[in-house]
């Protein structure tokens, strides 16, 4: 099956919120030429307002005209505050609604039922509140239907009126398009422009104004948007009934007198400029003119400036003179915008500059995340239309500083604010008894909005604005609780604000139970459609309430089998490091059984001949030479020692893409290879391998600062792509960049601790840094937790590997550990003289691991155990592995180290695939050697790639 972005509705959504004319459209994504795009047949938008808030549903009819079934996923990035809060899809011709569910858990359950093809749906949300739906299965020629909700707060048009635009500029001819508008209480106006608008005639009907639209055989290059008057003065407003609470809640909005008072001139500022890949979404352009503008306000004074990316580039100072400083804007204007953004890695919180002014998407994706306190005030400034607005507005409001979105305000406006004192809201007066959590911003300018629950029949409500302490303007309002609405949607406006006021104050365990409390999809949840109830009950999902009863029934059941399945796997896991442990210790006599049976079968075949006597002494010498093998590993203290008097050494070929990139950088002088390479960045910015190649040559030619920028870009390209992030962070740990390692393991491990893999990468990367402690808890993890069985179904066997490692670490370190929590049974050291594992970054694919012995006998999935006493592990077909060869004693000669690529049954289009071979000789011993090769392989080219090679010499 196969992916599409599909541009209609990208259209729709890219435009949402932003009423902008200008926005690049994403553009077609198909695995290759011949794929038919899927269409967008019919759709239908339903808008209700009340007040300043809008929910508005699109009813979408895809059609998919290829021959085989498709995937889509459609990505939309949505303002600051805005949420989903609806997904259905058709499943057998019924819509089935989507359930609130953690992230991680609804990852599990779409990629396991995707698996058996049949049919889930998911909306979920990475950082910078970019929202993206999958649907699966989109049948061949044939239809899927899906609805999707979300809801806004109304920006101001002007100081009358609230503006409500939705862009429907779709390309593709629509067989039925129909629009329905309701506006609780104020009569809407039509917007009269250049731009057509849909033809919008309200009429009065009870206490709302409704109107309706509709079209066949229509290609849309029109705007659905029109104005609602504010309220002049609020002096009352009703409440109305919760739906998943009985609480009585209320929404007021008052239009702020927007008095400006200009603030005292900086002498010193500090510019943090972001200069990461994402700065190509940024317009530079626009920010360079908001800092020219306001230099010339500032007229004189100091000037730092301090640009990042994965980490802190440039810290220079300027003097501004008659209010110009060209020689920060010539520093400025000549960045070349490259790597991840670690928004940490400027020390914002011992800057004490008069003010702070940042430039950043604020998309923080490289580096660890800390809570900072400021002594100075920051204004953050963004010009994406992707970013974590959460973050910079968090910046601004703790600093007592301002966030500007400079996407949507003009020069003029931004400029004009960073002279100002910002009016906010100081305090409230109001009976705590009957009023409840009531929740207001702090910045009053404009448009200013609240929410809370209230009890009791009428309760007055009184605010208070200004700058700093001084009150400049009070508002009283009743709240009327004796004319309630039975309409829960005062509990959706809550439930928006209460989310938007947690991601503020970054409490991430609050905003997950708040999310699926109130139906809501935030960073941590996501809006899941399964089909059948026991696909629910697999992954604990409490499913729509048509399938309650059933739900219920048969999680008490699971309930009861999990217990006994977590004692019966343990147990099962005992006996099979049990038999690797029998391996161990008699594989040697196992391994001179086999050559005496093969020596006597020699023997018989002589026997037939007339043969001399003498012929026949030295055949029986040479049968005796073949049996009589004596081991390095007799016993516990051999073991343990340095007793092979063989030496080893690795040889890892140099991983190189044939790429006509690589060429160009080899033809270049080492000391100009970051230029050049910024130089080919524009042809392949979006592809993956161009950076993991760059940066693996880079730090052979020990540029490790350049190279570990370059490598960065990875955590750009898309964000919490498992994949991307995976390789990325094996790379680092390859290269010893452990720090930046773990903080990328980790949130891998957030999203995806439903696979023993999150785990391993920390652990293993833990036991690098000499983190012994932390490493065996995460290794043991692996062994102890109850995994789903879809997980121990796709990934066999990958216990014992873990429990070599583990056991590597107890063996050498266990003095200073605490392994009071792991079971006696796993506790075993086996040292080997070879120890080769490969893993790799991608799901649903199949690498092998091969290894040819002196002999020429070739180890795999299909000859798991050699003459020499080799040993494969089990073979991993459905993505990541690992796959380990183990040799307890080696013979001299040279082994040779494969990886072939089988295959993939992903659903989605492949990049190259990463695939990391660690190849250990004398595993386990004081002078154990390791060397890590990783390699990228291209789906299209399936087939054997040489490793290296491994040599024992006497």
Known sequence: MNRLIFT???????????????????????????????????????????????TTTFEMLFYNDNERVMEGELNFPLDNGVTVSRFALDVNGEMREGVVVEKEKATQAFEAVSRRRI???????????????RIYPIPAKGYKKAILSFEQELTSADNNNYI????????????????????????????????????????????????????DNIELENSLAFLIPKPQEVKEVITYKGKVTSDNYFHINLNINEAERKKEKPSDITIVWDESSSGKNRNIEKELSIIENYLVWMQEGEIELKTFSNTLHLDRKFDLKNGKCPELMEALKSIQYDGATNLYSVDLQNIKSDEIILFSDGLSNFGEQNKLRFNSPVICINSSNLADHNTLESFALTSDGVYLNAFKLTNDEIVRSMQSRQKHFIKSDFDQENIKSFIARRNATGNFSFTGKADGAKNELVLYFGYGDEVTDTHSIVIDNTNRIENNVGERIWAQSKLKSLKLKGDGQEILKHGKKFNLVTEGTSLIVLDEVEDYVNYEIT??????????????????????????????????????????????????????????????????????????????????????QTSDYDNEDDANSNSSNKKASIKLNKWENDASYMSDLKATDPQDLYDQYL????????????????????????????????????????????????????????????????????????????????????????????????????????????????????????ELIVLHDMNKIIHNHGKELDISGVDECFIYHMPLDIR?????????????????DPNGEKCSYQNKN??????????????????????????????????????????????????????????GFDNEQKEILTLQLEPSKEGEFTVGELAFEK
């Open 836 to 852: 080769i594992v490969i893993d790799w970054d991608a799901n649903e694919t199949d690498i092998d691991l091969w290894v040819t």
């Open 543 to 628: 499913p729509p309430e048509s399938l309650r009863k059933r739900y219920y029934e048969l999680i008490s059941q699971r309930n009861k089998d999990n217990s006994q399945y977590k004692q019966e796997r343990l147990k099962q896991l005992c006996e099979n490091f049990e038999a690797d442990i029998n391996w161990w210790d008699t594989v040697e006599k196992q391994k001179a059984a086999k050559k005496s049976k093969q020596s006597e079968e020699i023997l018989m075949d002589f026997a037939v001949s007339e043969v001399a006597d003498e012929e026949e002494m030295v055949l029986e010498e040479m049968v005796f030479s073949m049996t009589e």
């Open 164 to 215: 409500y635009q939705l862009s429907l500029n779709l390309k593709s001819i629509l067989e039925k398009f129909s629009v329905k508008v309701e506006v609780v209480m104020n009569k809407p106006t039509k917007i009269e422009g250049d731009h057509p608008n849909i033809n919008l005639n309200f009429e009065k009907v009870r206490n709302s104004f409704i109107s309706e639209y509709e079209d």
């Open 679 to 798: 130089s080919l960045k524009p042809t392949y910015a979006e592809i993956p391998s161009f950076y993991f190649d760059v940066a693996t040559y880079m730090f052979q030619k020990s540029q490790r600062e350049k190279g570990l920028r370059v490598i960065s870009n990875l955590a750009e390209l898309e964000l919490e792509n498992t994949e991307l992030l995976r390789t990325l962070g094996r790379k680092l740990s390859e290269y010893q960049f452990y720090k930046e390692a773990i903080v990328i393991f980790k949130e891998i491990e957030s999203i995806r601790s439903f696979e023993p893999h999150s785990y391993i990468d920390l652990g293993l990367t833990y036991a690098e840094m000499g983190k012994y402690q932390q490493a065996l808890d995460h290794l043991y993890t692996v062994i102890d937790k109850v995994w789903d069985r879809d997980i121990i179904s796709r990934f066999p066997g990958i």
């Open 8 to 54: 209609s509705v990208l259209a729709i959504w890219a435009n949402i919120l932003f009423g902008q004319n200008d926005i690049a459209f994403p553009t077609i994504s198909t695995p290759s030429e011949n794929d038919i795009p899927v269409e967008l047949k019919r759709l239908h938008i339903d808008v209700f307002v009340t007040g300043n808030f809008a």
């Open 866 to 923: 050699t003459q020499l006493g080799g040993r494969m592990s089990n073979d991993i077909t459905a993505g990541y592995g690992p796959e380990e060869f183990r040799l307890k004693k080696a013979i001299e000669g040279n082994y040779n180290i494969e990886v072939n690529f089988y295959g993939s049954n992903k659903q989605t289009v492949l990049d190259n695939v990463s695939v990391r071979a660690i190849v250990y000789t004398r595993f």
């Open 119 to 133: 049919d889930p749906g998911l909306v979920e949300v990475s950082k910078g509140n970019n929202f993206k739906a």
